[in-house]
């Protein structure tokens, strides 16, 4: 996606089904909060076609279930399927704990047969992706993701599986993922703009996964610093107290941004990784960071511990005043000082 | 006499399905399936219970808001914990963002475009419902979204992101606003409001929200063309819609948004006179859920399924109050709270397909100029998170209102964990099966007598004037 430079070719028409397996619908949700622009007419400007989506389409009942049908026959071409929830196998592999409705038939079942029909398959957030929430704790519905199980190959389809279109399931984690990441996943798809090499090792498109949280967070100038927050609703930094991930964690929520201006991190909240997987269950309660003789055992990606902690007792003693008070305060009790001179 | 399954519904958030007995073209027997289930009140045990605040909002992705209110209240009670000021205006503006969002996306997306469809073509209607309305090409769509979009970006400010926030904590919230933040959120509701005033309405908020008779609506509606609400009101009229999907004419609502010293909208029941809401009667009945157990109360509720019981037909819980089914939703809640407008349409028509599309753009008409003052009570520069600790012992409720209605978290603390969690959802009132009386839940009641068969798209309506969220009902 990132290095081609051959034309992008408008096709006449990708069509794409969406279907909702054992997740919150926080996915479309997220979808419909798209940009300016309205999502399914900003899809069909670059030649998307939604062939279904339950949230969105007219057809109800036997209507919706013979398109299904005809899906899984290839009667109706399958450019994109995108399935949104967890795959729940359970009870006793038996799929039962989520039959689609008026078919009585396992989603997990409809699902199998559509992806072996659909040019290209798509997990839309972590649940369909690794299992995400619904997998947590003991994960009794046997829950799981298209092509993984948290961060082991498997899951629904396989280790091997391989769409029409040559692909594993592209993983749009996040929960939920952020709409532009669905809608600039198509628009490539659709373009012919999309290969393998667009995938990171977790299959998630690069164009979001090749970044870290901690890209544009508003709080670096304390992460430098090491200033931190104690409580919820401090400005310092939520890493060393407050269970943030965001250096570790792979998506660009604080350079795209949510909802026009936000993040987790902009709304006081750590990151919880969601992108990742196994996010679920990290061992210890969200809001704190577990540490090891004081030391956060989740270091940022890339950084020896050593050099971890060299910088922070170094950027500790250097801190400004006025970063240390604002660290811990819920608004600015120290301002940037003016200077009098002109700026060098 | 023939028994026929519908589903999947389509525009209802999440997977239902209906069966119908049908005699005669008209249903004589509903049941409500809710076929998926999900299992968060087990995923919840053990947890740490601030935990709470992660996975609640990741039951629904449409009443997330809601969700995390829950579970943070319900943590407030066990810890004894007062939000500070602005941490309960911030919530209430974070909640009432979702809650308006709710009705409005419903509204739009979910419910109108029925009446696009080719069932309908010979109406006079028609032409223009489907030309403004139809799933996904409507022209309203492209009017609604960008604006639904602008409203919603108000919850990036308050809490990060929409949905899924953890921003909402028990005592208030995580991100303390800024000044100019306030002016941000200020200006984003009355832009809200322009579009409101002048696509949905055609007229200000304040003369909706002071309509207070059937009659008084209906003037309102002839007196000149009043936007897509008025265009609703004339299908309505046409279809009769009053008297299609009416329900068991007993109201609950836990009320709304906190103030200083009570709620914005007050709680209490209603069977044609209001009583106090006594929340130790609610039980749920498990009698014809794949679920093991008995009736209890959400406090003391067990949530294990059995998937081969061969009384179920669904995941869901019956939740009763006093042992008698309960409607829940906008129309109740200001049936409760006392709106002259829903109390006169429940009197003369209960809850029906009409009064409950009325009550929720009604809503949008009574919430929004609170919110505008809401945000000028603000105050930068105090605190908008208290803290607090909690007991390694402890247990507290979170009773909240969605848009779509009653929302309970039940929370026990044993020994620092979370040792029991049960969540009663809106649209598990709602789409509650038989108890062990047999009594059936409000939609099942509702559907009984609603026209049915090839081409009828009655039911589809009676389903949808609801609002039902499946993923919150099995949550």
Redesign the interface.
């Known amino acids: 996606m990132n290095e081609r430079t051959e034309p992008f070719s408008m096709p006449a028409s990708f069509n794409l089904l969406w279907l909702q397996s054992a997740g919150c619908g926080g996915c479309t949700m997220s979808l419909l909060c798209s940009g300016a622009r309205e999502p399914t007419a900003a899809l069909e400007a670059v030649g998307v076609r939604i062939l279904w989506h339950p949230s969105l389409s007219e057809e109800s009942g036997e209507e919706a279930t013979r398109i299904l049908e005809r899906c899984a026959a290839g009667e109706l071409a399958v450019d994109a399927l995108c399935v949104e929830g967890a795959l729940l196998r359970g009870p006793r592999g038996s799929g039962g704990f989520h039959r689609h409705a008026g078919s009585g038939r396992p989603m997990m079942d409809w699902v199998k047969e559509i992806a072996q029909a659909a040019r290209y398959t798509l997990a839309v957030g972590s649940c369909a992706a690794w299992g995400g929430v619904a997998a947590a704790g003991e994960n009794v519905t046997d829950a799981c993701g298209l092509q993984y199980e948290g961060d082991q190959p498997g899951g629904l389809l396989g280790a091997n599986w391989k769409s029409r279109g040559g692909l594993p399931v592209i993983n749009i984690a996040g929960c939920p993922c952020h709409p532009d990441w669905v809608t600039e996943t198509l628009t490539a798809l659709a373009l012919g703009a999309f290969g393998g090499k667009d995938l990171d090792s977790f299959n998630r498109p690069r164009f979001f996964a090749d970044h870290l949280v901690h890209h544009g967070c508003t709080r670096n100038e304390y992460y430098e610093f090491k200033a931190s927050a104690h409580k919820p609703s401090d400005l310092g930094c939520l890493m060393e107290n407050l269970g943030c991930k965001g250096t570790q964690a792979h998506a660009d929520c604080n350079i795209r941004l949510w909802n026009g201006n936000g993040s987790c991190a902009r709304g006081g909240a750590p990151c919880i990784s969601c992108t990742e997987p196994g996010f679920e269950e990290p061992g210890h309660p969200f809001h704190e960071t577990p540490k090891l003789a004081g030391i956060p055992i989740g270091l940022p990606t890339d950084m020896p511990k050593a050099w971890f902690v060299a910088l922070a007792a170094l950027s500790k003693s250097a801190t400004p005043k006025r970063v240390r008070d604002n660290a811990v305060a819920d608004h600015q009790v120290v301002v940037p000082a003016v200077k009098k001179t002109g700026l060098k | 006499m023939t028994r026929i399954?519908?589903?999947?519904?389509?525009?209802v958030?999440?997977?239902?399905?209906v069966t119908l007995e049908v005699k005669d073209g008209v249903v004589a027997e509903a049941w409500a399936?809710s076929?998926?289930?999900?299992?968060f009140e087990?995923?919840?045990?053990?947890?740490?219970p601030?935990?709470a605040?992660?996975?609640a909002p990741?039951?629904?992705?449409?009443c997330?808001v809601s969700q995390s209110m829950a579970a943070a209240s319900a943590l407030a009670d066990a810890m004894g914990l007062a939000p500070a000021p602005n941490g309960r205006i911030t919530r209430n503006l974070a909640h009432a963002v979702e809650n308006v969002a709710d009705h409005f996306?419903h509204f739009y997306?979910?419910f109108m475009?029925?009446f696009?469809?080719a069932e309908y073509a010979g109406r006079d209607w028609h032409a223009r419902a489907a030309e403004r309305f139809?799933?996904?090409r409507g022209a309203a769509?492209?009017d609604i979204?960008?604006a639904?979009?602008?409203f919603?970006?108000?919850?990036?400010?308050?809490?990060?992101?929409?949905?899924?926030?953890?921003?909402i904590?028990p005592?208030?919230?995580?991100?303390?606003l800024?000044a100019s933040e306030k002016i941000r959120l200020f200006g984003l509701l009355r832009d809200f409001r322009r579009h409101l005033e002048t696509v949905l309405f055609n007229d200000a908020l304040e003369s909706v929200a002071a309509l207070d008779s059937a009659a008084a609506l209906a003037r309102w509606a002839a007196d000149k063309p009043r936007g897509d609400f008025g265009a609703f009101l004339g299908i309505a009229d046409d279809l009769v819609l009053e008297r299609l999907g009416r329900g068991v004419g007993r109201f609950i609502s836990y009320g709304n948004y906190p103030q200083a010293e009570s709620q914005f909208l007050r709680s209490g029941v209603w069977d044609g006179k209001l009583h106090a809401l006594d929340a130790q009667a609610i039980a749920e009945d498990i009698s014809h859920a794949w679920l093991e157990g008995e009736m209890r109360h959400p406090a003391q509720g067990v949530t294990r399924?059995q998937?081969e019981k061969a009384a179920g037909y669904t995941w869901c819980k019956a939740p009763r109050l006093a042992g008698l089914p309960m409607e829940t939703g906008a129309l109740a809640r200001q049936v409760v709270n006392g709106h002259p407008l829903a109390r006169d349409l429940v009197e003369h028509g209960g809850g029906n397909v009409k009064s409950r599309v009325v009550a929720r753009l009604l809503e949008i008409a009574v919430i929004l100029p609170e919110m505008e003052k809401w945000v000028q009570q603000l105050a930068?520069?105090e605190?908008?998170?208290t803290?607090g600790e909690l007991p390694s012992e402890a247990s507290g409720a979170g009773l909240v209102e969605a848009a779509r209605g009653s929302l309970g978290h039940w929370l026990s603390v044993a020994d620092g964990r979370i040792a029991n969690y049960q969540i009663i959802s809106p649209t598990t009132w709602n789409f509650s099966p038989r108890d062990s009386d047999g009594t059936p839940g409000p939609l099942e009641q509702s559907l009984v007598g609603t026209p049915a068969g090839e081409g009828n798209v009655a039911v589809?309506h009676v389903v949808r004037s609801f609002d039902p969220c499946m993923?919150c009902t099995v949550h």
């Open positions: 399954v519908v589903g999947p519904f389509n525009r958030e999440g997977d239902l399905e399936g076929p998926l289930y999900r299992g087990q995923i919840l045990r053990g947890k740490h601030m935990d605040l992660m996975f990741r039951i629904c992705g449409i997330s996306t997306l979910f475009p029925d696009a469809r139809r799933a996904v769509a492209a979204m960008p639904r979009t602008a919603l970006a108000a919850l990036g400010t308050l809490a990060g992101k929409w949905p899924h926030s953890l921003a904590q005592g208030g919230v995580a991100r303390a800024e399924p998937d930068p520069g605190p908008f998170c803290q589809q993923v």
